[in-house]
């Protein structure tokens, strides 16, 4: 009630039936711990809205996969904040991309410390699953880029969670497209993400800027950022209208819960958990 106060929200409920039985919405948003999204978001699937569910959708992929047998259960159309879809830098890097047929190469750089996220209080199971909880910021981004559909995960310095520290493995996909996913869970690194083309390269580092190589240069030239991605956190402003525009049965670029599973089951694929 204190939080309402502050941000001038004009009323709090004390059920999701309740919510809903009030206010009638097409759509809700579900931001819970990552161990409560699997009963707030069942609760929220007996009612006809759209559902938007921040991600992980599910703290590891067997919670997930509950999730989404619930939401089919119940026909509901369920949506995913996968907000770094929704970036300026990852939009316009897309854009460009798409005149250039030839094959990819996308290179992901991921940093994580367990030490860290136990520190933050998070639950052990969370804690266990951090890949879930955290490193899908970044491995969704071979979905954003990589063309078809993941044809094999190769590991290269396999996942240890006894002694976490270099995580390497080689994402394969049935376009010719090429990923790389390269993190460092003892020790600095950054959250970046490239994607190269014969012709063209595109960097994003921080994950909110985005810049451009082109062949034959060795220099990046930086774009301009969406002023969205200042005045609001960076995607959430655009996430926001097509979560909106999905609730009213328009077109909408919002990720679905079953393409969230997608990049749920490549992280399971990478780190083999």
């Not at 004390?14 to 711990?33: G, Q, W």
Request: aromatic content about 10%; glycine content about 6%; some cysteine.
């Amino acid at each position: 009630e204190t939080l309402a106060k502050e941000f001038s929200v004009p009323a709090v409920y004390d059920s999701v039936p309740e919510l809903y039985d009030e206010t009638r919405a097409r759509l809700v948003v579900i931001t819970v711990p990552e161990t409560a999204m699997n009963t707030v978001s069942r609760s929220c699937f007996e009612f006809p809205w759209t559902v938007l569910l921040e991600k992980p959708p599910g703290y590891n992929i067997q919670d997930a996969e509950a999730i989404q047998s619930a939401a089919t259960a119940k026909n509901r159309k369920v949506l995913v904040g996968l907000n770094r879809r929704f970036l300026s830098s990852t939009r316009t890097a897309l854009s460009d991309l798409r005149q250039f047929e030839g094959p990819r190469f996308i290179h992901v750089q991921d940093q994580q410390s367990l030490e860290v996220a136990a520190s933050f209080g998070h639950p052990k199971v969370v804690v266990e699953n951090w890949m879930y909880a955290n490193s899908i910021h970044v491995i969704d981004y071979f979905k954003v880029f990589g063309r078809g559909k993941v044809k094999t995960v190769t590991p290269v310095f396999p996942w240890d969670p006894g002694t976490p520290r270099v995580v390497v493995a080689k994402v394969e996909f049935d376009s010719g497209d090429t990923g790389l996913y390269e993190g460092i869970w003892q020790g600095p690194g950054p959250w970046a993400v490239s994607v190269t083309t014969a012709e063209k390269r595109w960097e994003m580092r921080p994950l909110e800027r985005a810049a451009f190589q082109v062949w034959g240069e060795r220099r990046l030239h930086p774009v301009e950022v969406h002023a969205w991605d200042d005045e609001f956190k960076p995607g959430f402003r655009l996430q926001a209208e097509q979560a909106v525009a999905a609730a009213l049965g328009k077109p909408s670029a919002c990720p679905t819960l079953y393409q969230a599973m997608e990049t749920m089951r490549l992280i399971r694929a990478i780190f083999g958990q």
